[in-house]
């Protein structure tokens, strides 16, 4: 096989680990507590997410949380509504960035995520991280084909990951009240990520498909890594918040006819967390 070929295709599967890695742990676990990871597990997956994307969890978790306090409102740090679809695609790592050295977004949406030593000496340097992983490449392919490679992961990960805010929010269709949509394509680039509507219905859920025909991948993973005992979920059936409770029965994830419960379905409100007054908090853990 050409070299260039391998390169490339080394490129797309390190983009495909962060993104697994991205909704597994960023997101599912850190930002939203709907899984609960094994200490050596999660410390292994913070690593990862280091070596491939350089991201420090306390800031995406930060940033994703306001991003669910004021979704599509002045407030939202990334929302193709108020800022248009192309900026938000095309721009997404320097609204994420803007947000994320916000010093006020980090004290009220990470109240309960510590910085250790750890951060200190490894995972807050960034780039060190991403040094890290591109003598990895370098190692496997040589120099060219490992800057061929790290070129293909990050343009593809910043654009599927920018996709998942400014196509989950602009294109598509969502059962559920909001701009927030479906998209079953994009779910299957993003390990399920692309069913948006479904994950600001339910954000503790770690389920993001709430129908047989909607395929999560990332589901699946939580499920192989749930029957390794590596996580445990934490609820089996999906957690509505209360704005997508009052849209139920017609568009609940039940599916199983219009005049099933909620209480049937095992579905109830979420808790809200109380913060500072003042603080506009989103309903996720
Ligand atoms: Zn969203
Ligand atoms: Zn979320």
Redesign the pocket.
């Known amino acids: 096989m050409p070299h260039l070929l391998v390169a490339v295709i080394v490129g797309l599967a390190v983009c495909q680990l962060g993104l697994l890695l991205t909704t597994l742990y960023l997101h599912r676990a850190v930002s939203h507590r709907a899984v609960t990871l094994a200490p050596w597990f999660a410390f292994s997956l913070r690593a990862l997410i280091w070596l491939t994307t350089g991201i420090r969890p306390r800031e995406w978790a930060a940033v994703h949380r306001r991003?669910h306090a004021y979704?599509d409102v002045p407030g939202d740090p990334h929302s193709p509504i108020l800022d248009g679809y192309w900026k938000v695609q095309l721009f997404n790592a320097g609204l994420y960035r803007r947000a994320a050295h916000d010093a006020d977004t980090l004290q009220k949406y990470t109240r309960d995520i510590k910085v250790d030593r750890w951060d200190k000496v490894l995972f807050n340097h960034g780039v060190l991280g991403l040094a890290l992983g591109m003598v990895g490449l370098w190692a496997l392919l040589g120099w060219e084909g490992a800057l061929v490679a790290a070129g293909v992961h990050t343009v593809s990960y910043l654009l599927l990951n920018a996709a998942i805010?400014a196509i989950?929010?602009r294109f598509g269709k969502g059962p559920f009240p909001g701009y927030?949509t479906n998209n079953q394509w994009l779910a299957l680039l993003t390990w399920g990520e692309g069913f948006?509507s479904n994950h600001?219905a339910a954000p503790t859920s770690a389920r993001l498909s709430f129908h047989w025909w909607q395929l999560d991948p990332g589901w699946w993973v939580i499920r192989l890594c749930s029957g390794l005992n590596l996580l445990e979920v934490r609820h089996s059936t999906p957690h509505l918040t209360r704005a997508a409770r009052e849209a139920y029965p017609s568009n609940g994830p039940a599916a199983s006819g219009p005049s099933r419960q909620p209480e049937e379905a095992g579905i109830i409100p979420a808790a809200v967390t109380p913060g500072a007054a003042g603080d506009r908090q989103p309903e996720l853990v």
């Open positions: 991003h979704t805010n989950g929010h927030a948006h600001h």
